[in-house]
Each structure stands twice: as C-alpha cells, then as structure tokens.
C-alpha cells in the first residue's frame, strides 16, 4: 500500500495496492464529514460519510478515518482496481440541511 | 429511480448572451443546491434553496447570476449577461430532509463562454 502526506493533489498506485487518501479540514465545528468520488465527466458521488461521534467508520473495501485533534480525515481503499481512478473530495459541514464546503481533491490513478 | 437531472449538458455561448441552466432534483426532496467547479477554486456553493426559499445566496459571484426555484421539482440558474470568467461546470444537488447532510448531484452543465 502507499499513504500520502496532507493532500497530495495525485495518487498513483498499482492494482490491488491499499489507496490511502488524506484531507484536513478547516472547522472545528463540524459535525459531518463525506468523502464523494467524481469520475470524468461525471458529478460527485458519495463514497462514504462520518459524523463527529465517531472516529471510524467501514464500507465496501472502504474505510473513513477520523481524527478530530488534528482536523484529519483520510479515505482508505482496499484492493484498489482500476474502476476506482477518478477525483476524491472530502467534505465538511457543521449543520444538516445547509451547504457542505469541499476540500481540493486528489487524482487516483490506478494502473493494472 | 431518476437521479438529479441537469439541463442541457453542455452550454457553449458567445459573452454577453443569456444563459440559463435547469435542474429537476429528486423527487421528494426538499433540499436543492447549486455548486460550481473550475480549476482553480474546486467545487464552490453558489445559492441552496430549502422547501423552495433561498436561504444562502452568499456564493453567488454577482447580480449577473440569479437562481429560482418556483417549484419542489424545477429551478434554474441564471446568468445574465455571461462573461468568459463564468466559463465552469455547474452542479446541482438535492437532499432528502431539511435535517439530511446528504448530497445528491446531477451530471453538471459544461458552460463555455467565448
């Protein structure tokens, strides 16, 4: 596997490599986090979300760490295939209902 | 079950001509919001609407864009007169409840002004 320091704009690992992707955000006051994969030409697709409450959360082959100290969220991929090369934004908010405010993304490539 | 649907997909318009961009969110949801993508500042909101009230206008960039939304199912995003600058992707997503963090968004409109 390969882990990235503090966001690194590109990502390039080998299949079934473990992908981990790192975001710091900026408000101590959120509440809510989410991570949304955006392919070519395609919107943003949510991939997994975490509220403040917790520090951990698991998905299909992906994993949402929390660390509310240092206002680190990180994306980790198992068994990375290619399907998952895309853009990876996180996002944060610290009321439901209002807007959520995006970090910069991180290109995922992914070669067979 | 149709997804957010955005129209048309892609805008290509000469500066200074209207445009208007349309969204159909989800059906039942009551959340709908506007978002814009470029290069260089990522993905930045531009106006929600809840229950069809504006309620954060703040990211609209200035009084040539305006959004409506006259119904649950329909608002569109106005820009008027366009300029090179607003060359962008446009978003639009929708969540379910008032009290939901989810996001939902459509395919986005590919605006090019020359």
């Known amino acids: 596997g390969e882990s990235v320091g503090l966001h690194l704009p590109t990502l390039s690992v080998q299949e079934g490599d473990n992908s981990i992707i790192n975001c710091a955000y900026s408000?101590?006051?959120?509440?809510?986090f989410i991570w949304y994969k955006q392919e070519s030409g395609k919107g943003p697709q949510f991939i997994i979300d975490?509220?403040?409450?917790?520090d951990k959360r698991q998905g299909q082959r992906v994993t949402v760490l929390l660390n509310k100290t240092v206002k680190h969220l990180s994306l980790q991929i198992a068994a990375t295939q290619p399907g998952d090369s895309a853009v990876y934004f996180c996002?944060?908010?610290?009321?439901?209902?209002?807007?959520?405010?995006f970090g910069k993304g991180t290109t995922l490539s992914v070669s067979s | 079950d149709a997804g957010v649907i955005q129209s048309p997909r892609h805008e290509v318009t000469e500066m200074g001509q209207e445009v208007t961009l349309r969204c159909k969110p989800i059906?039942?949801?009551?959340?709908l919001f506007w978002y814009r993508q470029t290069m260089m500042r990522g993905l930045e909101l531009l106006i929600y609407?809840?229950?069809?009230?504006?309620?954060?206008d703040s990211g609209m960039p200035e009084d040539r864009f305006s959004a409506k939304m006259p119904n649950a199912s329909f608002s569109t995003l106005k820009i008027q007169p366009s300029e090179p600058r607003d060359s962008a992707v446009y978003f639009c997503?929708?969540?379910?409840?008032?009290?939901?963090?989810?996001?939902?968004f459509g395919p986005g409109t590919r605006l090019t002004v020359t």
């Open positions: 997503a929708s969540s379910p409840l008032l009290s939901s963090y989810e996001q939902y």
């Open positions: 408000n101590s006051a959120s509440d809510y």
């Open positions: 975490i509220r403040s409450n917790m």
């Open positions: 996002a944060e908010s610290n009321q439901a209902g209002t807007a959520l405010i």
């Open positions: 059906s039942g949801h009551n959340s």
């Open positions: 609407f809840n229950n069809n009230v504006p309620i954060d």
